[in-house]
């Protein structure tokens, strides 16, 4: 690889904020005590984890006491769907309703509680990649205990109606959990006005550190522990704090937060910049609706290729891109999320997402299309290639 690199995977992780880092360092050297700890320089730590958390209820619209810290989006998505399953049990309501195009976390997650005995129903996702407030109503029954709808997909970043499917699910008393990993810090949450119970975040999504994340509750539910031990995070998640973490997550979160809307439109004119682009190459399909996307997200479908070989050659151009999400990279298999928007597997294998950060440039953007184009003309006219 030579030049310079180009960074289009932010949807896989970000790089830390300057202000995360400046928040996080006092914690290494001078506010590094058990927060926990009686003694001065715990109360100091703990100081920092109060101030945490509520910067973080700020940014989402809720109350500090209705976060949970953990290690990011994964355990925040078990704990949400563990906590609303064994409440359902507890009054004899064993149906769960999602998405058949949801991140690994719920969807495995999902799996465990069916072998458990919950019945696991998965809607099935238009072809733009959103999911409809009238088919989750159409879908809740009277046994249903919760509904799991992802607030952003994390590969063909489609947004979904969350206040409508919140609206919906709280008229009829059913608990509503959104997986907002990919969500937070660029497009709007307000956990009140979107009526959702749950809801799970991860940090380095939004140039927060990685193995850092948190879980909303509403006030009234509480998070079942996925494990044993202390009182920390009110019992519900046992363990001494990550408090640089926390405390990074925090002030990633709020930096976020205060620019959002500068922040997407200018992302949203890039990305369409690079649609526009991109959709002049032959037999290439965007993947997800046009408009109704995070900011920075862009996937293509590209006929007659391998994804694989693509993102390959775009590394060696100093693109780093993705076929999809970074916990899948080198699967056998095609996308389960672009098979549930109806893509052929052919099709789903010659997927190519881009996803940009604020840091990206007009020359970024045309150095992006430039590579993209003539590499996969280059795959394409391969000896021996079948491109039908």
């Not at 072998?115 to 029954?141: D, H, K, M, S």
């Not at 992302?267 to 690079?274: F, H, I, P, Q």
């Not at 080198?330 to 893509?343: K, T, W």
Request: aromatic share 4%; hydrophobic share 45%; proline share 5%.
């Amino acid at each position: 690889m030579s030049g310079q690199t180009i960074y289009a995977d932010n949807a896989a992780s970000t790089r830390l904020s300057a202000a995360a880092k400046a928040a996080m360092l006092p914690c290494f050297d001078l506010v590094y005590a058990n927060p926990s700890a009686p003694h001065a320089m715990g109360r100091a730590a703990a100081a920092a984890l109060t101030d945490a958390r509520a910067q973080i209820a700020a940014a989402l619209g809720c109350d500090p006491a209705e976060l949970y810290f953990n290690s990011g989006g994964t355990e925040a998505d078990a704990q949400a769907l563990r906590t609303a399953a064994i409440l359902g049990a507890q009054s004899g309501k064993r149906h769960i309703i999602s998405t058949a195009f949801e991140h690994h976390a719920v969807l495995r997650t999902l799996d465990l509680l069916g072998q458990e005995g919950f019945e696991i129903e998965l809607l099935a996702v238009p072809e733009n990649g959103v999911v409809t407030a009238p088919q989750v109503a159409a879908a809740i029954r009277p046994d249903t205990c919760l509904v799991s709808v992802m607030f952003a997909n994390n590969e063909i970043g489609t947004l979904q109606p969350v206040a409508e499917i919140g609206a919906v699910c709280r008229a009829a008393g059913v608990l509503f959990h959104t997986d907002a990993a990919q969500a937070a810090g660029q497009t709007p949450i307000d956990v009140r006005t979107q009526q959702i119970d749950l809801l799970s975040l991860s940090a380095h999504k939004f140039h927060g550190p990685k193995g850092v994340g948190a879980l909303y509750a509403r006030k009234g539910l509480c998070p079942v522990p996925l494990l044993a031990g202390g009182g920390q995070e009110r019992g519900a998640r046992p363990g001494t704090e990550n408090l640089p973490g926390i405390v990074g997550m925090a002030a990633a979160l709020a930096e976020a937060t205060a620019c959002l809307n500068e922040t997407a439109a200018a992302l949203t004119e890039r990305r369409d910049w690079l649609i526009a682009g991109l959709s002049e190459i032959p037999q290439a399909v965007l993947n997800g609706d046009a408009e109704r996307r995070l900011p920075g997200n862009v996937n293509f479908s590209f006929a007659g290729i391998e994804g694989e070989a693509l993102l390959l050659l775009l590394d060696a151009r100093g693109i780093c891109a993705s076929a999809g999400a970074a916990c899948t990279a080198g699967a056998p298999e095609p996308s389960h999320v672009l098979l549930a928007i109806g893509r052929s597997p052919a099709l789903a294998r010659g997927a190519l997402r881009l996803t940009l950060s604020a840091d990206v440039t007009d020359a970024e953007i045309e150095a992006i299309l430039r590579a993209v184009r003539e590499t996969v003309a280059l795959l394409r006219a391969a000896p021996g290639r079948n491109n039908q």
